[in-house]
């Protein structure tokens, strides 16, 4: 029995390894690619936000409704839609023929991807418990942030030497190796035969955050003296108010309030909404810089972040340990400053160029702290949630991270000045660099390590221990 456990345990770790590693990838690919679409297709830097944000509203939005089908109808499932949805909408994508239509595809991707993540997490968490699922997460933490080496690097190739369009359809290779995981696994699905899913609740949260996004791209061009912006906010809100008040109310809500009453998993959504937000806003803008600013090409701009992605694989895996071991409030505090360090760093970076003393140093400083914190949030998120609702509490935190980095790309002219050149690139630092500042000094005040000796019994939803 040890042997064929052991076994299963392996083969959920490469599925959800793989199955993340498809979203992981096509984020990487997309900040690289975005000179080259806007030049292709137009739009400058709205469009460039909006190939991003439709991406992250639905992502961001449905990602809950995917948290509560997953625990509903089983992990397996919601997996093969979003595989087979990601690959369909990655093939339109690369035929996209207007910024219009990508733009739609993008979307379309978006609530693909929204299956992926937290059904992923999910299967972790129901196969493997204590010191034994940190190190699991660690594993699947360094081998999903591999893309970050891959996506940049095919993904540039491909622009500089073919289209940006073949760098999206590099997402086929690994939906097709997933799937093939999954049929020759034989994996069976639990499901409850009451579960229901709160469509007007993923209605509401949609069309809420689609308007009060789409005020804070445009207000830079139509200016706040414009219906269209005070208007599309203003209902943005108030539906989005009207969903969160909707999820006290309705039978099965798509985000159970009652989670955030566990304290590590709200301060920890908390921390995730500033280091997140922070790590978007950067990945964009230091990937865009050096290809419109520093004039480097896309093979060169995708690889600056090497070094992030190296450190990454190398130690999360081992920090995840330590997190189970210690607790994660240590790594979780300096993890993010360690990062806030790395981007002011970025300050160095001048008219004339140079990537080895100007922006080496800070990728070298990111890496490390973002090693030290990927792992040890994860892990401090859903170590106090029990098994049953592992799928929903993981994809709220992931609603939390793409939301917040949403919000920091719809900023994103706002925060530059309305120019990504010297000056934005610097502005942009200094804000990357306070958020995660936040996010540090958060953890140190929030996050508690668990009691070692806590049974399983008592983690929400969880009536006997695992």
Known sequence: M???????????????????????LDGTIVNVALPAISDELGGGITTQQWVVDAYLITLGALILVAGSVSDAYGRVLVLRIGLIGFGIASIAIAAAPTAEFLIVARGLQGAAGAFLVPSSLALITSNFSGAAQSRAIGIWTAMTTSAMIVGPLIGGVLVDTASWR????????????????????????????????????AALCTLGLGGMVYALI?????GWSSPAIWASLLVGAVLFVAFL???????????????????????????????????????????????????????????ASLPVTILMIVFSSRVGALSGRWGPR???????????????LLLTVRADFSYWWQVLPSMIVMGIGLALTVAPLTSAILGDI????????????????????????????????????????HRAAIVTAALMIAGGITSFLGIRNPERSAPAAQRIGSDAPE
Do not use: K
């Not at 240590?330 to 002011?344: D, E, H, K, R, S």
């Open 330 to 344: 240590f790594f979780m505090t300096v993890g993010p400053l360690t990062m806030g360090i790395g981007a002011l």
């Open 2 to 24: 040890g042997d064929r456990s052991t076994t299963t345990q392996r083969s959920v770790l490469w599925i959800a390894v793989l199955a993340s590693f498809v979203a992981f």
């Open 386 to 425: 029990g098994p049953e609702r592992s799928g929903i509490a993981s994809a709220v935190n992931n609603a939390v991270a793409r939301v917040a980095g949403l919000i920091a790309i719809a900023l994103l002219a706002t925060i530059v000045g309305g120019a990504l050149d010297l000056e934005g690139f």
């Open 218 to 222: 445009e207000q830079p061009n139509l």
């Open 166 to 201: 073949w760098a999206f359809l590099i997402n086929v290779l690994p939906i097709g190796a997933t799937l093939a995981l999954l049929a020759r696994g034989g994996f069976r699905d639990t499901r409850h035969e009451d579960a229901s899913i709160d469509w007007l609740g």
């Open 245 to 303: 008040l909707r999820q006290r109310v309705v039978r099965h809500p798509i985000l159970p309030l009652d989670l955030f009453r566990v304290r590590n998993f709200w301060t920890g959504n908390v921390a995730t909404a500033f280091i997140y937000g922070a790590i978007a806003l950067n990945g964009l803008v230091v990937v865009v810089y050096l290809q419109e600013g520093a004039g480097l090409p896309a093979t060169l701009a995708g690889l």
